[in-house]
């Protein structure tokens, strides 16, 4: 079972950016696909973006197309979630998780990072 | 997009009780329906998969049914751990994933 750890809480100001990390240890990095929700404060989980290591290949939700970037670095096996232009209204908890194809061809979110809280205020 | 809801946003239960849990897509999503519990402070954590396979190491007590737009979770017998948020959560249109608002499960 692969191992989720993301980086620290942070406050930032209005308008920057972040980058949270999300390092992986179990199992072969390159051979998993990498999502990221987040979760606003009182309400459901939000699907953001995905990449596939092995191929550098990322796809994004439309709502966060062109704020968001995600990247990996196989030799640390880990992935990043970097977002722009931050607004009060992306505060919210970070979440990274492994994506798996179940034997029905359904794919799942089975290993999860512990999160990490992004505050957005000037 | 596809759009998910659940019903009911909030229940209260007591130890013991059979639960039920409602989630409805707003097109045909097969079986590609999953089902997360989440507790507060923590990650959500997967249940059902397939809109009825019990992931591994979640007690039998907890069920899924469905297939197309409806979709049902339940627990035959409440336990004190089980008081959570419930989400379900479809991959038919993956790679775009959506979640639904959740149900939150109270002790009566």
């Known amino acids: 079972q692969v191992q989720l750890v993301q980086s620290g809480a942070e406050v930032k100001k209005p308008g920057s950016s972040v980058k949270v990390s999300c390092k992986a240890s179990?199992?072969?990095?390159?051979?998993?696909?990498i999502t990221w929700v987040r979760q606003a404060p009182g309400q459901g989980p939000e699907w953001m973006g995905r990449?596939?290591?092995?191929?550098?290949?990322?796809y994004y939700a439309q709502r966060f197309q062109g704020r968001v970037t995600i990247t990996a670095d196989e030799s640390t096996s880990t992935a990043y979630m970097e977002l722009s232009s931050l607004r009060s209204e992306d505060t919210a908890v970070y979440y990274c998780?492994?994506?798996?194809?179940?034997?029905?061809?359904?794919?799942?979110?089975?290993?999860w990072g512990q999160g990490t809280l992004i505050t957005v205020s000037s | 997009d596809i759009q998910m809801t659940q019903s009911p946003s909030s229940l209260s239960a007591s130890v013991g009780d059979r639960v039920t849990v409602t989630c409805r897509a707003s097109?045909?999503?097969?079986?590609?329906l999953n089902w997360y519990q989440q507790k507060p402070g923590k990650a959500p954590k997967l249940l059902i998969y397939?809109?009825?396979s019990l992931q591994s190491g979640v007690p039998s007590r907890f069920s899924g049914s469905g297939s197309g737009t409806d979709f049902t979770l339940t627990i035959s017998s409440l336990q004190p751990e089980d008081f959570a948020t419930y989400y379900c959560?479809?991959?038919?249109?993956?790679?775009?994933?959506?979640f639904g608002p959740g149900t939150k499960l109270y002790i009566k």
């Open positions: 959560q479809q991959s038919y249109s993956a790679p775009i994933f959506t």
């Open positions: 097109q045909t999503i097969d079986i590609y």
């Open positions: 397939g809109a009825s």
């Open positions: 179990g199992g072969t990095f390159n051979s998993h696909t």
């Open positions: 990449i596939i290591p092995k191929f550098d290949t990322r």
């Open positions: 998780a492994r994506e798996f194809l179940t034997i029905f061809g359904v794919i799942v979110f089975d290993s």
